[in-house]
C-alpha cells in the first residue's frame, strides 16, 4: 500500500498553485541522528518533505519554483558512489531522483552552497518552516547573506519570509482517498497486533514479550516500524501515560494497557486497548471499563462535518464526570464538577488528536480564535481514559492503580465518521471471549 508518483506530483502542484507569485518554496529533507557513538537511529525521512516528495534518503533538500522554465521541481540529493553504496546501500543519485521520483531537475547535494543560492536571488518570496531545523536554518541565512552581500552588483535578495509548514500543514490535514486506503491498512495491521497480544498474554509474561507479539505482526504484514514507542503497561503502570519502558512482569489481576500502532509508507496508526491478563475483568476493572468505553462512543456520535473538533473531548468529560460520580469516585454536582474540572484527577489528558504521517498530526485545532468545524477527510483519535493512582489513598483501595484507556483512529465522512481501527474487540464481553478461546485452543495443543 503506497502513495504514487502521480499524487506526490499533485500535492506538488496543490502547494504551488497557493504560493505567491516570484517565489520559492525550500525543504531539507530529516537528519540522520545518532544514537551511540558510531550507530545510528533508523532514518525516518522528515513528513512534510516526505509528503512533496516520497523521497526517501538523507542529505537531500528539494527546492519548488512554480513557473521556473527549466522546472519547477528541483531536487538536491547524494550522488551515485559505489563504494558508499557498497556499504550504506542504494542511493537514487540525481539521474533517479528524475526518473524515479519524478524531479524536474537534480544536483548532487555537494553543489548545493553554489547552485541553490543563484535560485533563491530575484524571488521576492521564500516559503521555509523556520525553527524546526536549526543547522539548515543557520545555511539558508548564509545563503541569503552571500546574496545581500552582492546587491551592490545587481543580486536581488528575497524580501519576504513566508511559513510554508502553515500551508503544508493545512493541506495534510485532509487524507486524499490514497492516504485514507494507507491509514486503513496500517489500523488494520495494528488491530491484528493488538488481537494477537489480547490471544498470548499470560501472567508471568514480561511486558515486553508481548511488545515483541505486536512488533512481529506489524512486520509480519509489511509495516517497517512502530509509528511512536509501544506502551505496554500492566497493572499500576497503566497509569503512567507515557510508559515505555515494558521490563515489568505482569501479574495475575494486572489489567493491561497497551498503546502500540504501526507505521506504514510514513502513515501512522494509533491503537490502545486494555484488557485483563488473566483474560477476566474484575468487577472494579469493569466498572471503569465500561464508563471509558461509554465515553468513547459518545465522542463518535458527535464527530461529523459542522461539528466542531472540541465536541467529542466535552462528551466525553461528560460521560466519565457522570461515570465516576455514580461509583462515588467524585463526589458533587454534575455540571460543577465538570466546570470546576475536578475529573482531571482521574482524567487529564485531551480525547484525541489529528493523526497522519505524524501520530500526533499537523493541523490547527482552532481558527480564528475558535474551535475547528469538522470537514470530510480529516482523522482524529478519540481515546478517552480513567487513571486512579497507586498512591491515592483518597479513594477506597480496590480502585487504585486501576488504569484504562480506548483509542480508536477515526476518520470524518461525509455524513458522520467511520472508524479505521474497528478490527480489534473492545466490547468487554468480546475481549473476554477471544482471550478465552485462545487459551482454550493452546490448551488443546499442548
Ligand atoms: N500514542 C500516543 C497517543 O495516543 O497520543
Ligand atoms: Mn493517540
Ligand atoms: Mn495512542
Redesign the pocket.
Known amino acids: 500500500m503506497q502513495i504514487t508518483k502521480q499524487e506526490y506530483a499533485r500535492r506538488r502542484k496543490a502547494l504551488m498553485a497557493q504560493m505567491e507569485p516570484n517565489s520559492i518554496a525550500i525543504l531539507p529533507a530529516a537528519q540522520v541522528y545518532i544514537r551511540n557513538r558510531d550507530v545510528e537511529h533508523n532514518y525516518r525521512q522528515d513528513s512534510d518533505f516526505q509528503y512533496l516528495t516520497g523521497f526517501p534518503e538523507p542529505e537531500a533538500v528539494a527546492v519548488l519554483i512554480p513557473g521556473r522554465e527549466h522546472g519547477e521541481y528541483v531536487l538536491f540529493c547524494r550522488e551515485k558512489d559505489k563504494e558508499r553504496e557498497l556499504w550504506d546501500g542504494y542511493r537514487a543519485g540525481q539521474e533517479g531522483a528524475i526518473s524515479e521520483y519524478g524531479t524536474d531537475d537534480a544536483f548532487p547535494i555537494n553543489d548545493v552552497d553554489d547552485i541553490l543560492p543563484g535560485l533563491i536571488e530575484g524571488r521576492e518570496r521564500v516559503y521555509y518552516a523556520m525553527g524546526a531545523n536549526q543547522e539548515f536554518d543557520l545555511r539558508l541565512t548564509n545563503w541569503i547573506k552571500a546574496i545581500r552581500s552582492k546587491a551592490r552588483l545587481g543580486a536581488q535578495p528575497p524580501n519576504e519570509f513566508l511559513a510554508l509548514d502553515h500551508l503544508l500543514h493545512d493541506m495534510r490535514l485532509y487524507k486524499s482517498a490514497a492516504e485514507l486506503k494507507v491509514m486503513q491498512a496500517a489500523a488494520e495491521i495494528s488491530a491484528q497486533a493488538h488481537r494477537r497480544a489480547m490471544q498470548t498474554c499470560r501472567p508471568g509474561q514480561y511486558e515486553y514479550q508481548l511488545e515483541a507479539e505486536l512488533h512481529y505482526t506489524f512486520m509480519r504484514h509489511g509495516s517497517r516500524s512502530p509509528a511512536?514507542s509501544s506502551?505496554v503497561a500492566a497493572g499500576r503502570n497503566g497509569c503512567i501515560l507515557h510508559y515505555t519502558e515494558n521490563t515489568a512482569q505482569i501479574r495475575d489481576g494486572d489489567l493491561v494497557l497497551i498503546?502500540a500502532?504501526c507505521e506504514l509508507d510514513c502513515y501512522a496508526s494509533?491503537i490502545?486497548r486494555t484488557f485483563p491478563a488473566n483474560g477476566r475483568f474484575s468487577p472494579e476493572q469493569r466498572a471503569i471499563y465500561d464508563i471509558v468505553l461509554a465515553a468513547q462512543e459518545a465522542a463518535f456520535k458527535v464527530i461529523a462535518p459542522g461539528r466542531h473538533w472540541n465536541e467529542s473531548h466535552e462528551a466525553t468529560v461528560r460521560v466519565i464526570t457522570q461515570g465516576l460520580l455514580g461509583l462515588g469516585l467524585l463526589k458533587g454536582e454534575l455540571e460543577e464538577l465538570m466546570a470546576g474540572e475536578s475529573y482531571k484527577r482521574f482524567y487529564m489528558h485531551r480525547a484525541g488528536?489529528w493523526l497522519g504521517m505524524d501520530?500526533?498530526d499537523v493541523g490547527d485545532y482552532r481558527v480564528g480564535g475558535e474551535w475547528r468545524v469538522l470537514e470530510q477527510g480529516m482523522v482524529m483519535?478519540v481515546?478517552p481514559g480513567i487513571y486512579i493512582s497507586p498512591d491515592d489513598d483518597s479513594v477506597a483501595k480496590k480502585w487504585r492503580g486501576i488504569g484504562i484507556r480506548i483509542?480508536d483512529d477515526v476518520v470524518v465522512t461525509r455524513t458522520g465518521c467511520d472508524i479505521l481501527s474497528s478490527g480489534v474487540p473492545k466490547d468487554p464481553e468480546l475481549i473476554e471471549a477471544l482471550m478465552a478461546e485462545a487459551r482454550e485452543s493452546a490448551g488443546a495443543a499442548a
Open positions: 511512536y506502551i498503546d500502532g494509533d490502545t488528536h501520530v500526533h483519535t481515546e483509542e
